[in-house]
């Protein structure tokens, strides 16, 4: 049995919500989602290179 979320509001979005829904319900076998990368690995990454990248800024700054 597939899960199913049921909105009583409907606006101008809830079209594009459920095809998009619709997508992925259909397509999760194939997309498996399981082996996708953590994306707090990812996250983590991005901060401690943008922190590098101020650090430098501001160590290139005091230097000069």
């Keep these: 049995m597939k899960n199913k979320v049921i ?3 409907k606006d101008e979005w809830s079209s594009l919500a459920n095809f998009i829904g619709n997508i992925i319900a259909k397509y999760a076998d194939e997309i498996d989602f399981d ?3 953590d994306p707090d690995v990812y996250l983590q ?3 401690v290179y943008e922190s590098y990248k101020a650090y430098m800024k501001f160590r ?3 230097t000069k």
């Design 7 to 9: 909105v009583k509001d």
């Design 60 to 62: 290139n700054r005091k």
């Design 35 to 37: 082996s996708l990368p």
């Design 45 to 47: 990454k991005r901060y």
